[in-house]
């Protein structure tokens, strides 16, 4: 492999500034579409020689581990996630041999049927026996601290991230609550902006003041220490956008734009957008808006072929994703074909910079070991930049 010469920090912020790097980063786990089930990283963890009693699960309703050190350094990555571990824990063994770190608030028990119900004052959501991840209600927020307790559990955890390792990192505010929308809200919000305009809008203008407010405290507490914050919604389904274009233009735009403003105003912080789906007539509305990166990037889905998104927007945009088919190949196939899916979209991604590797989306709980390697091996085989590629 050619040398290194940029830390992994240094790295990131390189690619996100469109400068040249060494090579393009890797990540694995700074966010919750960026990821691995925690069965999946236990089986991982075992394949490695690697330790299995110490793994804690940040998300607990996707059941994903955190990235440890040995796995981070094992594979080259270069970022690390932003979730301060729980203080008070518990082992929760699911099933055998799976058993992993959960806070003391949470507490799941088996039904008739073998599912783990979980519960949250009136919500619920469930664990079908033999499953990986719990479906019902998004249960994420198990910290149970106001906004500015829970600010600076973050703010001291990202100080120990920026001072004591090398890596980059982002502010999702999952676990502990406190995290940031895109003022869109799926298919019943696409409703309520058809019927109830004049309500929609101001309850964006409300959501966005809070927004500013929060990451205001953000930025004066701990913005130098991170390098990304996170917007998250969901806008497309697997063949379309969940809505007319107009729509977004309409009732989510103005506000993304006003956040991502005042963000890139106040601080040298990029603006992270998780958004799934067939997306691709949003994309030019997001880049208008100022949003830097774009997460998962979902190649299999209709309207987002890699070689095309690469050619319209790869200009403009970063893409933090699409270096693997999760869909339709990591998951189900042979080592040797993830690798060279891997190759193939590190291939189309690469040139000209501006691309972080991560699959499309999370790795899931029953994915083989030996993909995930291919995987991950392969990309960093792939990561380096000759003078031409970055021209």
């Known amino acids: 492999m050619p040398g290194e010469t940029l830390t992994s920090r240094e790295r990131v912020i390189r690619t996100l500034n469109r400068q ?18 925690a069965f999946a990283y236990r089986n991982l963890r075992e394949y ?18 955190y990235i440890d050190r040995d796995v981070l350094e094992r594979f080259h990555v270069d970022c690390m996630l932003l979730e301060p571990r ?5 082992q929760w063994r699911v099933r055998d041999p799976y058993e992993f770190e959960v806070p003391i608030s949470f507490r799941p028990f088996l039904d008739e ?8 004052g009136v919500d619920e959501m469930r664990m079908p026996a033999g499953g990986f ?68 809008l101001a309850e964006h203008e409300a959501l966005l003041d809070q927004y500013l407010r929060r990451a205001g405290k953000i930025i004066d507490r701990f913005g130098r220490y991170i390098q990304l914050i996170t917007i998250s919604d969901d806008m497309g389904t697997q063949d379309r956008p969940m809505c007319r274009p107009q729509l977004v233009e309409e009732f989510s735009a103005p506000f993304i734009k006003r956040f991502c403003e005042f963000i890139h105003r106040n601080s040298d912080i990029k603006i992270f957008m998780h958004n799934c789906g067939s997306i691709r007539p949003l994309i030019p509305i997001l880049m208008d808006c100022g949003v830097d990166v774009l ?37 189900t196939a042979k ?15 690469k040139p000209g910079g501006g691309f ?22 392969t990309a960093y085989e792939q990561s380096f930049y000759d003078e031409k590629e970055q021209l």
């Open 20 to 37: 040249p790097v060494d090579r393009f980063p890797i990540d694995l786990g700074s966010h919750m579409s960026t990821g691995i089930s």
């Open 48 to 65: 490695l020689g690697l330790s299995v009693d110490s793994i804690w699960v940040p998300d607990l309703v996707q059941m994903l581990a």
């Open 86 to 90: 729980w203080p008070n824990s518990w």
């Open 113 to 120: 049927a073998g599912n783990w119900i979980i519960r949250q």
């Open 133 to 200: 991840f719990s479906d019902g209600a998004w249960l994420s927020d198990w910290g149970g601290l106001s906004e500015d307790d829970a600010i600076e559990l973050y703010a001291r955890e990202a100080e120990r991230i920026y001072k004591e390792t090398p890596y980059a990192t982002n502010f999702v505010g999952y676990s502990y609550g406190g995290g940031f929308g895109a003022f869109f809200g799926g298919i019943e919000r696409c409703i309520a902006m058809m019927e109830s305009p004049g309500t929609v």
């Open 295 to 331: 997460n998962p990037v979902q190649i299999s889905a209709a309207d987002m072929d890699p070689a095309s998104l690469k050619e319209a927007f790869g200009e403009g945009i970063i893409f933090w994703g699409g270096g693997c088919d999760t869909q339709n190949v990591l998951g």
């Open 335 to 349: 080592p040797a074909d993830v690798s060279r899916n891997v190759k193939m979209l590190a291939a189309i991604f």
């Open 356 to 377: 972080v590797f991560n699959p499309v989306h999370n790795v899931l709980g029953d994915v083989p070991p030996e993909n995930i390697v291919a995987m991950l091996d």
